[in-house]
C-alpha cells in the first residue's frame, strides 16, 4: 500500500463543484489501494477577500501579524471542512486538520514563518483508521507562543512536501490547472512540450530562474528530504510530470531540460565609483538592509589615469518591486559611497537555460550564446550555475531569445527525442 | 479595576464600519480603568454563508459533524482576528482566541456541545499584559478527541457568560441592536418600557416564555454561577438593563417585571384516551421519543357511565415546528394507546406574566384573569411557577392579550412608578 499526499491548490477548489471533483479523484486514490494525504489552499479568491476585509478595518493591517495569520487561516479551514464533508457525503471517510492539528509546528515569524519540525501523529491515527486525512496547507504554529502562523508564499506546496518528508510518502503530487512541467512557457513558446521526468535540481534551477508551477521553496524541502514529486493537471488524467529526487534509476540526464524567462526583475547600475575594496560590500550592505535579495551581479574594468582615481561601474538585478526603494536608499548614500550616477533599468528580462546533463556537457554556452547572436539579441549580462546558465535581455527582446533558444537546443516538440540524448526513450 | 466581559453579536460586527465602532467602544471600556475581554460571533451571515456552501457541496452536510463544525468555527475566526486588528489600528493592545486557545472544553456533541470546563489560562496572561482578550464565541474543543466544536443556538451568549464566570468577572455585558429589556416585545406594546435592572430568576422565566432578548442557556449559566449581566444596545450609551444574580443588593423586587407572548409554540389534544394508570405516560413516552419537549399539559376530569369505560382529554404544547412530527407519531400509536381522535392546533399563543414579587404578593392571577375576560380573550390552558403565570389563547387574540395585561399591571410607560412597589425609585 503506498502512501501518497495530493495537494490542490486554490483553483482546484474554486467553487462547490470542483471541490465535489477533487472529492471524487482522492476517492478513486483511496480505492486503487493507497493511504490518501490532501493538503489544500483556500478556495480561489478567498485570502484576498480576507485581505479585503482586514485593509478596510485598518489602513497596515499587517502590524498586526498574529492577527493577520489568524484571519488568514480561516481559508483553508473552509475548504479542507467543505473537502471532508464532500469525501464523506461521496461515500468516502475523511477527516480534516488544521496545520497545527496536523503537527506543522514553525518558527513564529507571522506571515512567513519557516516549518521547524513536523509531528503527523493524528493523520497517521486517522490514516491507520482508513480515513482521508485533509489537510490545511499554508499554515501551522509555533509551539514556544503557542500562536498560528502562516508560511508565506509557496506555503501549501511546502506543507504537502513537508508532509510527504513527515509520513515518508511514496509520492507528493502537486495538482493545479496546468498539466506537468514544460521546457518553457506555452504562452511564451507555443511548441513547448511537457517533460515526462525531470531531476530536481534541475527544477530548482527553473524554480529560481522564474517558472512558476512549483514554488523554489516546497522544491528546495523535497531535494533537502528527497521527496519525489508529481505535478499534474486537477482537471485531466494526464500523469504530468514526475520531478525526482531519489537518484535510483542513475538514468542519463538531458543536457538542457528547459528554458525558463523571468519579466519580474530589474537593474542598477552604478556608475564611477571609486575602485577601492569593500566598495561594493559597502554597496550591498546599503541594499540588504533595503531588505532586497539580489540576484546576478556585474562589475566592469575599473577605467581612470591612475591608480587613486579609478572608478567602476557595478550592476546587478533584483525583484522588479523592489526597484524603487533600493534606488531609493542608494542615492540616499551616494555622498558615503562616491559614486558618480545611479541608472535605474525596469525593461529587462532574464533568461536561463536549465540541465543536469551540463555538468558532462561541454558546448552548451557556445550553443546559447550562437542562438541569440544569430536572432540578433544584445546580451546584457550572464551568470552561471553548474547546471544553469542566465542571460538578462531588454524585456522587449526576452519572448524571441527564448523561442531562439528552445528551439536552438532542440526543445521544440517536433524534435524532442533529440534532448534526451542518452536516456534511450 | 474591574474586569468586565463584553459579548458582541453578529449584527454588531456586521461590517468593517460596525467593527470599526466596536473596537473604539472596547478601547474606551479598557482606558476607563477595567481588564475586558470581548467575546464576538461571526458577522452578519456569515454562519448562514458557510451553510449554504456546506449545502452546495452534500446534500446533508450535517452528517459529518465534526467537520460541520470545523467549517462554522471559522467564522469567528474571521471575525475575532478582524477586531483584534481593528483594536490594535486604533492605538489599542489586543489578541484574538479560538475558543480551543480560550480553553472552553466542551462535551464531543457536534453542533450542539456543552460547556464542561473553562481553562482560560492564556485569557489571564493575555489580560495581565495589558491586553484585550479578543475571544472566538460559539466555539470550544472536546479534550478526549481533541476535536473542534460548535455550543449551538445561544452558544456566544454562553460563551461569555461562562468565561465570565470562569475569569471571576465583575459584570458580563451583552451588546445587541437592543437597548434593554423591556417590560414586554415593544413590536407589539408600543407602550413596553426598558427596564433598569431585573433579578436573574426572572430574566430566565421571561427567556422560557419567550422573550428573545437573552438565550435561556446563557442566563441559566449565569443564574447558576452567579454572574451578574447587563443587556445593552451596541449603538449607543444607554446603560441597558442590569440582571443581577447575586442577590446582595437585598432588594425588594417588582410583583410583575415584564409580560412575555410566544407564538411558536402549537397545541395538541388527544381526545378519548382510557382513563387508565399509567395511559399519560405512554403518551409522553412517544412524543419523547419523537425528541420533543412539551412545555404545558392539562388533563380534563374524565368523563364516562362506570369506572371501565371511563375515557379522558390530555391537551399540550410544543414547539411549532415539531407540531407535524409530534402528532405523526401519536397517530402511529394510536391502536396502542387506544384514543378516539388527535386534534392539531398550530394557531395557539403563549402569554406569560413574570415576576419575583409573585412570591410575596398574592392577587397576581386575580388581577391577570381579570384583565384577560375584560379584554374577552379566551383561555385555553394554564399553568404556573414560583414566579410565572402562563396562559395560552389563540394566536389571533395573543397581541390584544398582551395589550391588556400589560396594562393592567401598571407596565405601560405612563404608569411605570407603579410597578415597582416598594422599590423606592
Chains 1, 2 share one sequence.
Do not use: W
Not at 27 to 55: F, K, P, Y
Not at 132 to 140: E, R
Amino acid at each position: 500500500m503506498a502512501l501518497i499526499v495530493q495537494k490542490f491548490g486554490g483553483s482546484s477548489v474554486g467553487d462547490a463543484s470542483k471541490i465535489k471533483h477533487v472529492a471524487k479523484r482522492v476517492i478513486e486514490t483511496q480505492n486503487a489501494g493507497n493511504q490518501v494525504v490532501v493538503v489544500v489552499s483556500a478556495m480561489g479568491d478567498t485570502t484576498d477577500e480576507l485581505i479585503d476585509l482586514a485593509q478596510s478595518v485598518a489602513p497596515d493591517p499587517y502590524a498586526s501579524g498574529r492577527e493577520m495569520d489568524m484571519l488568514l487561516t480561516a481559508g483553508e479551514r473552509i475548504s479542507m471542512a467543505l473537502l471532508a464533508i464532500a469525501i464523506n457525503a461521496q461515500g468516502g471517510k475523511s477527516q480534516s486538520f488544521t496545520g497545527s492539528q496536523a503537527g506543522i509546528i514553525t518558527s513564529n515569524k507571522h506571515g512567513d514563518a519557516r516549518i521547524a519540525e513536523v509531528t503527523p501523529d493524528r493523520i497517521q491515527e486517522a490514516l491507520h483508521a482508513g480515513n482521508i486525512a485533509i489537510v490545511a496547507g499554508f499554515q501551522g504554529f509555533n509551539k514556544e507562543t503557542r500562536d498560528i502562523t502562516t508560511l508565506g508564499r509557496g506555503g501549501s506546496d511546502t506543507t504537502a512536501v513537508a508532509l510527504a518528508a513527515a509520513l515518508d510518502a511514496d509520492l507528493c503530487e502537486i495538482y493545479s490547472d496546468v498539466d506537468g512541467v514544460y521546457t518553457a512557457d506555452p504562452r511564451v513558446i507555443p511548441s513547448a512540450h511537457k517533460l515526462e521526468k525531470i531531476d530536481i535540481e534541475s527544477m530548482l534551477e527553473l524554480a529560481a530562474a522564474g517558472a512558476k508551477i512549483l514554488h523554489i521553496r516546497a522544491v528546495e524541502y523535497a531535494r533537502r528530504h528527497g521527496v519525489d514529486l508529481r505535478v499534474r493537471s486537477t482537471f485531466s488524467k494526464d500523469p504530468g510530470t514526475i520531478v525526482y529526487s531519489s537518484n535510483g534509476e542513475h538514468m542519463e540526464e538531458p543536457i538542457v531540460s528547459g528554458v525558463a524567462t523571468d519579466k519580474g526583475q530589474a537593474k542598477i547600475t552604478i556608475i564611477g565609483i571609486p575602485d577601492e575594496p569593500g566598495k561594493a560590500a559597502e554597496v550591498f550592505r546599503v541594499v540588504a538592509e533595503a531588505d532586497s535579495n539580489i540576484d546576478m551581479i556585474v562589475q566592469n574594468n575599473p577605467t581612470g589615469v591612475d591608480v587613486t582615481d579609478r572608478v567602476a561601474d557595478i550592476s546587478f538585478t533584483l525583484p522588479l518591486g523592489d526597484l524603487g526603494r533600493v534606488a531609493g536608499a542608494l542615492e540616499g548614500a551616494k555622498a558615503t559611497l562616491g559614486f558618480r550616477e545611479l541608472e535605474q533599468d525596469a525593461d529587462i528580462g532574464k533568461l536561463s537555460v536549465v540541465g543536469a546533463g551540463m555538468r558532462t556537457h561541454s558546448g552548451v554556452s557556445a550553443t546559447l550564446f550562437k542562438a541569440l547572436a544569430d536572432a540578433g539579441i544584445n546580451i546584457e549580462m550572464i551568470s552561471t550555475s553548474e547546471i544553469r546558465i542566465s542571460v538578462v535581455t531588454s524585456s522587449k527582446q526576452l519572448d524571441d531569445a527564448a523561442r531562439a533558444v528552445h528551439k536552438a537546443f532542440g526543445l521544440d516538440s517536433d524534435t524532442e527525442a533529440t534532448v534526451y540524448a542518452g536516456t534511450g526513450r
